[in-house]
C-alpha cells in the first residue's frame, strides 16, 4: 500500500523530526516516507547548503563547522517553523553540538537516528556515482558520529532493514514527544582540537 494512501498516525502532539544518520544510511528515504506516513511536510538538509557550501562539496572539499553553522541555523529555522503543524527533516547531525544548534530553534525536535553496519554504508556509497561523498571516507563518518545520549529525545533504528519495515518500526516504538519549553543556551558546535570533520551530510 502506498504510504500517501494510509490513515494518518495518531498522536498526542504534532511529530517534529530529525532523521539523522552517516551519508549512505537512507535519511532521505526513510524520512521522505515517514512524512508520508505521518502527514506532515519533508525537507532534505541537502536543499539548505549555500551555493558556495554546494561548489566546496562538489570540489571534494569537507565542509568544516564554520560552514555548518549558517546551514544547521537555517534547518533548525525550518523546524521552527513547523513546530506547531508537525514536520520531518533529514540531516546527518552527527555531533551532539549539531543537534544542539537544532533544539535550540526547536526544542520540540525528535531525532531518529538511523544506525548500523559500516560495511552496508561501503556498498550503498560506492554505487552512487558523482556523489560527493567518496566511499573512502565513510569510515571518517562513523568516527565523528556522537550517538544519541540518554538526556537526548530519540529513537534508534537499524537503516539494514526496508524502509515500511523502519517506518512501522518507528510508529510502534516512537515515545511521547516532549512539551515544548524555551529554547536552550545556544551552543557552538565547532569541534575541540583533534576531533575529525564530517566530510560530508
Known amino acids: 500500500m502506498d504510504p500517501a494512501q494510509d490513515p494518518p498516525y495518531p498522536v498526542s502532539v504534532v511529530p517534529l523530526l530529525?532523521?539523522?544518520?552517516v551519508t549512505g544510511s537512507g535519511k532521505t528515504t526513510v524520512g521522505?516516507?515517514?512524512g508520508r506516513r505521518l502527514r506532515v511536510p519533508f525537507a532534505d538538509a541537502d536543499d539548505f547548503h549555500s551555493a558556495a557550501s554546494i561548489a566546496k562539496m562538489s570540489a571534494g572539499i569537507p565542509l568544516d563547522?564554520?560552514?555548518r553553522l549558517p546551514w544547521l541555523r537555517a534547518i533548525g529555522g525550518w523546524l521552527a517553523e513547523h513546530a506547531a503543524t508537525g514536520g520531518v527533516v533529514s540531516c546527518s547531525a552527527l555531533k551532539r553540538g549539531y543537534r544542539d544548534v537544532l533544539r535550540n530553534a526547536a526544542p520540540s525536535a525528535?531525532?531518529?537516528h538511523l544506525d548500523g553496519d559500516i560495511e552496508v554504508v561501503r556498498r550503498r556509497v560506492a554505487g552512487r556515482p558523482g556523489h560527493?561523498?567518496?566511499a573512502s571516507l565513510v569510515a571518517s563518518q562513523f568516527?565523528?558520529?556522537?550517538?544519541?545520549q540518554p538526556d537526548e529525545h530519540g529513537t534508534v533504528l537499524d537503516f539494514g532493514r526496508p524502509v515500511d519495515e523502519l517506518v512501522e518500526a518507528y510508529l510502534a516504538a516512537a515515545p511521547p514527544h516532549p512539551a515544548r519549553s524555551r529554547p536552550a543556551p545556544p551552543t557552538d558546535p565547532r569541534p575541540g582540537p583533534g576531533t575529525p570533520a564530517d566530510p560530508g551530510e
Open 65 to 67: 563547522d564554520d560552514d
Open 18 to 21: 530529525v532523521v539523522m544518520g
Open 132 to 134: 560527493f561523498m567518496p
Open 32 to 34: 521522505a516516507a515517514l
Open 110 to 112: 525528535s531525532f531518529v
Open 143 to 148: 568516527e565523528t558520529l556522537e550517538p544519541l
